[in-house]
Nanobody
Framework: QVQLVESGGGLVQAGSSLRLSCAAS????????MGWFRQAPGKEREFVSA????????YYADYVKGRFTISRDNAENTVYLQMNSLKPEDTAVYYC?????????????????WGQGTHVTVSS
């Protein structure tokens, strides 16, 4: 099992930036893919971005492509989500997830470890 702790959320104005962090521990990650999902009030959890730990290959949802960047720090076992040009519709709880890199990265079912989430609120 992988333990994940997110941080970096907050309240910002539209057009601002935030960087979310996800510190991972408990297992070696060479076979893992790390993902970010979000869930807005009254909506289902949706895929945001993912990165395969060993190769660095990244994936993005269309609604964040060009604004968000996912990256990893192998030495710190940490995954980051740099969020630029934030919009009110980006308001959600953001979750970090980890799973073996064998299933499509956009599916929540591809991940078996989840963090507690960090709140991001973007005001207009």
């Amino acid at each position: 099992q992988v333990q994940l702790v997110e941080s970096g959320g907050g309240l910002v104005q539209a057009g601002s930036s935030l960087r979310l962090s996800c510190a991972a521990s408990g297992r070696t990650f060479s076979m893992y893919r790390m993902g970010w999902f979000r869930q807005a009030p009254g909506k289902e959890r949706e895929f945001v971005s993912a990165i395969t730990w060993s190769t660095g290959i990244t994936y993005y949802a269309d609604y964040v492509k060009g604004r968000f960047t996912i990256s990893r720090d192998n030495a710190e076992n940490t995954v980051y989500l740099q969020m630029n040009s934030l919009k009110p519709e980006d308001t959600a709880v953001y979750y970090c997830a980890a799973g073996l890199a064998v299933l499509p990265p956009t599916r929540a079912s591809a991940y078996d470890s989840w963090g507690q989430g960090t709140h991001v609120t973007v005001s207009s």
